[in-house]
C-alpha cells in the first residue's frame, strides 16, 4: 500500500478531503510551469495541516523525495507542526520510510540509509531557519538537489509576499524571506511549490509575472496561485457565518455577538487608576462588559459541564481569550485588572454579595436565550448560580498573560503542542502571538478589542480564534465581545471571504476571481499583505446588492439640490413603473456622484464610493457599456433601522426583489430607493435618494481594492 491510503486508513479521511488531496498532487506533479505555485484554500481553523499532510504523503506515492513545511515564524508554531506531522506518520518514521526533522534540529550529516527514505524537513520563515535549507541542499548533501522536491508554505501570505522600492531607485525589492524562498526555488531542478492559507488576498493581487520590476540578475519568482483547490468544510466547523450570517433569534447564533463600548477597550489599553478605579470595581462603566464577559464566561462553563454530567459524557475544561492590544503593558494591565475583578468576586461569595448575584442574572437572562434557542438543558437559575460560585471560590478561573514563545512553551501540551487547559475554566491574554496556527481547544468566550485605523481583512481574520470545530452545544453557550465599529468591519471581512469561496464553489476557478485595483501601477505590484487594507477592499458576489448603510443626509439646504440634480438624471419611465431602464455608464457614474453628496458617514466604518463606481465600470464594460436603473418612491424607512440590514432586506418588497434578481439580468443594475426622511423618522433632511448596485447574476465574483499600495 502506497504512503497516502495508509494514512486514510488510520485518519479516516472522508471522501471530500481525499478527492481535494488527489486533485492538489495531480495538478501539482501534472504542471507545465513549476515556476507556478498552487494554491490550497481553507478557512481559519478547518484542518488545513491535515489535509497538506496528505497531499505530501500522496506526494511521496509520485515520486516526490522530500517535502519541506515553511510555518509561521514563532517556535511555538514549529515546534506544533513537528508534533503534528510525527504524529501523522508515526508508522511511516517507525518504519524507517520517513525521515523527519526541524531544520535547526537537523541530525547531520544524514547518512546514506537516511538518504534513501522520504524526507520532511520543517522550518520557521525566518532567515537562519531558510539559510540552514540552503547549506543542507548546496554544502551538506547536494544530490538532494536532483530529488523531487514538494515546497509546502504554510500561512503562505505571511512573511513569503513583500515588496518594496529600493531606496533612491525605480526597482523593487522582496523581503529577506522572499528572496530566500525565490533561491531556493531557483537551485533546486523539479520543485512544485503549494501555498497554503486562508487568507489569500495578497497573492491574487499578485501580477502573473514581475518582468520590469527587476534590474541585472534578480529574477523574482511567481507569487500568484496557478490554480485553487478549494478545503472541504467539515460538519463540525464554525466559521464566519455563524458569527455573521445575520441568523434570527430562534437561533442560538444570533445571540453570539454583544457589544463592547469602545471607550471600554481604551480603558483597557493603558494602565490608568482614573480610567479603572479600584473602590469602583463594581460600577465602573469602563469595565462594564468584562465584568459581565467574565461571569457568563463561567456560566457558560458550569451549564456545559452539568449537560455533560447529565448525559454520561466526560466534563471539559474551557477557555476564554482576551486580545485587546498588541503591547505588553496593556496585556499587564488587562491581567491585573481581571485579576482585581475575581478578587472582588471572590470576596462577594464568601460575604454572599447580592451585586453578584445582579451580575449573575443578567449573564443567566443572556445565556438563557441561546440555550433555549438551541433546545439545550438549562439549569435552574439557583444551581447554575452555585455551580457558578463554586467555579469561583475553588479558584477555576485560571488567568494567564501569553506574550511569547517563552510564555506560550510551559502552557502547551508536550504530546500535540497545542495549549493546555489546567483548570476547568482557562482566560488567556495576549497578542498577535494567540493568532495563526496555535489550536485553543474548547473556546466559549473571545473579548476582541484590536481596533486599528486600517484594519488588515487577513490579519484581522487570522485572529479569529473562535472558528474551529465547535459542539454545536458549545456554540449555543459561546459569546464574542467586541465594539459595534469592529463587528461591523468583521461582517464586511466574513463578504469578502464568502465571495472568494463562493466564486471557486461555483466553477468560475477555471477563469479565477476578478480583483481589481483602483490605482494599480504598471510592472510589479508591491503587495504585501499589510497592504491589503479592509477599509481599501470591497467584495460583491454575482446577483449580490452593495449599498451604504450607517449613514445620514446632508441638512435641507444642500440636501434638495442635491437630489433635484440626480433626479434629472433618471428617465421617467423607470420610476414606480417595476421597470427598468437604460443609461449610459458616464450618466450612471455622475448620478452616483450626485447621491454622494447627499449623504455623509455616520459610522467608522463608512462606505466606499469609489469602490461602487469601480464596480459598476467593470460590470458595465462586461455588458457593452449598459446600465440598468430604476427608482421607487414614498419609502419611510426609519435611520433606526437602517444600520446593519442587507441589501435584500432594505429593498423591501417581494416583487422588487425578484425583479432585481431576475435570473435573465445581463447588465448591472442601479436601483434607487427615494426616502421620505425627516426628523420624525430620525434623518436631518429628507427626501433623499438610497442607492443600490446590484450585479448581474452571471457575473464574476469581484474583489475591488480601492489603494494597493503606498
Known amino acids: 500500500m502506497g504512503f497516502y491510503s495508509r494514512l486514510l486508513t488510520q485518519r479516516g479521511d472522508d471522501e471530500q478531503l481525499q478527492k481535494c488531496v488527489e486533485n492538489v498532487v495531480d495538478q501539482l506533479a501534472n504542471a507545465d510551469d513549476l515556476e507556478k505555485p498552487g494554491m490550497l484554500l481553507g478557512k481559519i481553523q478547518s484542518g488545513k495541516t491535515r489535509a497538506f499532510l496528505g497531499v505530501i504523503a500522496r506526494a511521496f506515492d509520485k515520486d516526490y523525495d522530500v517535502a519541506i513545511v515553511l510555518t509561521k515564524g514563532t517556535r511555538t508554531l514549529a515546534n506544533q507542526t513537528v508534533k503534528r506531522i510525527g504524529r501523522d506518520f508515526k508508522d511511516f518514521i517507525d518504519g524507517d520510510e520517513v525521515i523527519l526533522f526541524d531544520i535547526m534540529q537537523a541530525p547531520l550529516p544524514l547518512t546514506k540509509s537516511e538518504l534513501k527514505r522520504k524526507?520532511?524537513?520543517?522550518?520557521?520563515?525566518?532567515?537562519?531557519?531558510?539559510?540552514?535549507?540552503?547549506?543542507?541542499?548546496?554544502?551538506?548533501?547536494?544530490?538532494?538537489?536532483?530529488?523531487?522536491?514538494?515546497?509546502?508554505?504554510?500561512e503562505a501570505d505571511m512573511a513569503s509576499v513583500r515588496f518594496a522600492k529600493k531606496k533612491g531607485q525605480s526597482v523593487y525589492d522582496q523581503g529577506t524571506i522572499a528572496n530566500q524562498m525565490d533561491s531556493l526555488r531557483a537551485s533546486i531542478k523539479r520543485i512544485s511549490f503549494l501555498q497554503v492559507t486562508a487568507t489569500p488576498y495578497a497573492l491574487y493581487l499578485q501580477p502573473d509575472n514581475y518582468e520590469g520590476a527587476t534590474e541585472g540578475k534578480e529574477v523574482f519568482y511567481p507569487k500568484r496561485p496557478s490554480f485553487t483547490e478549494l478545503l472541504p468544510i467539515h460538519d463540525a466547523y464554525v466559521g464566519g457565518d455563524a458569527y455573521f450570517g445575520g441568523h434570527g433569534p430562534d437561533d442560538p447564533r444570533h445571540y453570539l455577538y454583544v457589544e463592547v463600548d469602545q471607550r471600554e477597550h481604551d480603558a483597557l489599553r493603558s494602565k490608568d487608576g482614573r480610567a479603572i478605579r479600584e473602590d469602583r470595581?463594581?460600577?465602573?462603566?469602563n469595565i462594564k462588559t468584562l465584568r459581565l464577559s467574565i461571569i457568563t464566561f463561567l456560566l457558560s462553563v458550569a451549564v456545559r459541564r452539568r449537560q455533560q454530567r447529565e448525559m454520561g459524557l466526560p466534563s471539559h475544561k474551557y477557555a476564554m481569550i482576551m486580545h485587546n492590544d498588541t503591547q505588553r503593558e496593556a496585556h499587564d494591565w488587562q491581567w491585573e485588572t481581571v485579576k482585581k475583578l475575581l478578587k472582588a468576586f471572590e470576596t462577594a461569595v464568601e460575604k454572599n454579595d447580592p451585586r453578584l448575584r445582579a451580575l449573575f442574572e443578567d449573564a443567566y437572562a443572556d445565556i438563557s436565550k441561546s440555550v433555549t434557542a438551541d433546545r439545550g438543558h438549562l439549569p435552574k437559575v439557583g444551581q447554575a448560580f452555585k455551580d457558578v460560585c463554586e467555579l469561583i471560590s475553588d479558584e477555576e478561573l485560571n488567568v494567564q498573560r501569553v506574550n511569547s514563545d517563552a510564555q506560550l512553551d510551559p502552557l502547551l501540551d508536550p504530546e500535540t503542542a497545542e495549549l493546555r487547559l489546567r483548570t476547568k475554566a482557562n482566560l488567556f491574554i495576549g497578542g498577535n502571538i494567540l493568532d495563526r496556527g496555535i489550536t485553543i481547544p474548547n473556546l466559549l468566550a473571545f473579548y476582541y478589542g484590536r481596533n486599528p485605523k486600517r484594519m488588515q481583512a487577513d490579519t484581522v481574520l487570522q485572529h479569529s480564534r473562535m472558528y474551529g470545530a465547535r459542539p454545536k452545544a458549545d456554540l449555543a453557550v459561546t459569546r464574542f465581545y467586541t465594539s459595534l465599529d469592529v463587528y461591523s468591519r468583521l461582517v464586511k471581512i466574513h463578504g469578502l471571504e464568502t465571495?472568494?469561496?463562493?466564486?471557486?464553489?461555483?466553477?468560475?476557478?477555471?477563469?479565477?476571481?476578478?480583483?481589481?485595483?483602483?490605482?494599480?501601477?504598471?510592472?510589479?505590484?508591491?503587495?504585501?499583505?499589510?497592504?491589503?487594507?479592509?477599509?481599501?477592499?470591497?467584495?460583491?458576489k454575482p446577483n449580490d446588492i452593495l449599498t451604504p448603510t450607517g449613514f445620514d443626509t446632508v441638512a435641507n439646504t444642500h440636501l434638495r439640490k442635491a437630489v433635484r440634480d440626480a433626479e434629472q438624471m433618471i428617465p421617467a419611465d423607470c420610476i414606480d413603473t417595476k421597470k427598468f431602464s437604460e443609461i449610459e455608464v458616464s450618466t450612471a457614474m455622475t448620478l452616483l456622484d450626485r447621491i454622494a453628496e447627499s449623504l455623509v458617514d455616520d459610522s467608522d466604518a463608512g462606505f466606499d464610493w469609489a469602490?461602487?463606481?469601480?464596480?459598476?465600470?467593470?460590470?458595465?464594460?462586461?455588458?457593452?457599456?449598459?446600465?440598468?436603473?430604476?427608482?421607487?418612491?414614498?419609502?419611510?424607512?426609519?435611520?433606526?433601522?437602517?444600520?446593519?440590514?442587507?441589501?435584500?432586506?432594505?429593498?423591501?418588497?417581494?416583487?422588487?426583489?425578484?425583479?432585481?434578481?431576475?435570473?435573465?439580468?445581463?447588465?448591472?443594475?442601479?436601483?434607487?430607493?427615494?426616502?421620505?426622511?425627516?426628523?420624525?423618522?430620525?434623518?436631518?433632511?429628507?427626501?433623499?435618494?438610497?442607492?443600490?448596485?446590484?450585479?448581474?447574476?452571471?457575473?464574476?465574483?469581484?474583489?475591488?481594492?480601492?489603494?494597493?499600495?503606498?
Request: proline letters at 5%; hydrophobic letters at 45%; charged letters at 20%.
Open 119 to 154: 524526507i520532511v524537513i520543517v522550518a520557521k520563515k525566518q532567515a537562519n531557519n531558510l539559510a540552514k535549507i540552503h547549506d543542507l541542499f548546496d554544502a551538506g548533501h547536494p544530490s538532494l538537489k536532483e530529488r523531487r522536491v514538494l515546497l509546502v508554505d504554510d
Open 281 to 285: 470595581l463594581w460600577t465602573s462603566e
Open 499 to 540: 465571495a472568494l469561496r463562493d466564486a471557486f464553489e461555483n466553477g468560475s476557478h477555471d477563469q479565477g476571481v476578478v480583483f481589481i485595483q483602483n490605482d494599480a501601477k504598471k510592472g510589479i505590484i508591491p503587495c504585501a499583505p499589510s497592504k491589503v487594507s479592509l477599509s481599501n477592499v470591497v467584495a460583491v
Open 611 to 710: 469602490a461602487m463606481k469601480g464596480l459598476l465600470q467593470y460590470y458595465a464594460k462586461k455588458s457593452d457599456g449598459r446600465v440598468l436603473v430604476l427608482v421607487e418612491t414614498g419609502r419611510q424607512l426609519s435611520k433606526g433601522l437602517s444600520g446593519d440590514r442587507s441589501g435584500l432586506s432594505i429593498l423591501g418588497t417581494a416583487e422588487l426583489r425578484s425583479l432585481v434578481k431576475e435570473p435573465s439580468r445581463q447588465a448591472p443594475a442601479i436601483v434607487i430607493l427615494k426616502q421620505e426622511g425627516g426628523v420624525g423618522l430620525g434623518w436631518r433632511g429628507g427626501p433623499f435618494l438610497w442607492p443600490m448596485l446590484a450585479s448581474p447574476p452571471q457575473a464574476k465574483s469581484c474583489v475591488f481594492a480601492t489603494k494597493v499600495a503606498a
